[in-house]
């Protein structure tokens, strides 16, 4: 795998499930990580579970169906580890339509 050390990752829809173990999985490689969900007593409970192993995690309440939201998740890893050098686009919505045929 390449190296990651040092670099910053934000990581969308970590607050369980795929993302949790990705940012999970960043931060033992030595990531700086950015974590984001809507809820905001999840995204405490997981930034919570991922200090315990490795200090640089962070998490930001964000909808990544609102754009202005996506932009100041961006802004504020920037503030916070001073670069985005990895996006995780983790969470995504599909739409199911009826068959026309
Ligand atoms: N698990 C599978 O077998 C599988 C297979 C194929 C594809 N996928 C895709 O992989 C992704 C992750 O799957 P998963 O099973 O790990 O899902 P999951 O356990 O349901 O986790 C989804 C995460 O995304 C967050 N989230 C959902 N909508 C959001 C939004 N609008 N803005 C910000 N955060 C949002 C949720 O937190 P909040 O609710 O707090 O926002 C949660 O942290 C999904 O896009 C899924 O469609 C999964």
């Not at 974590?35 to 919570?48: H, K, L, P």
Request: glycine letters at 8%.
């Amino acid at each position: 795998m390449f190296a990651i050390n040092g670099k910053t990752a934000v990581i969308t829809g970590d607050t369980s499930g795929i993302g949790l173990a990705t940012a999970e999985a960043f931060l033992k490689k030595g990531a700086k990580v950015v974590i984001a969900g809507r809820n905001a007593q999840r995204g405490a409970d997981a930034e919570g579970r991922l200090k315990r192993v490795a200090p640089d995690i962070v998490f930001r309440q964000t909808d990544t169906s609102d754009e202005d939201d996506v932009k100041a998740l961006i802004n504020f890893a920037v503030e916070t580890f001073g670069s985005v050098d990895i996006m995780f686009n983790n969470v995504a919505s599909a739409a199911w339509h009826p068959s026309t045929r």
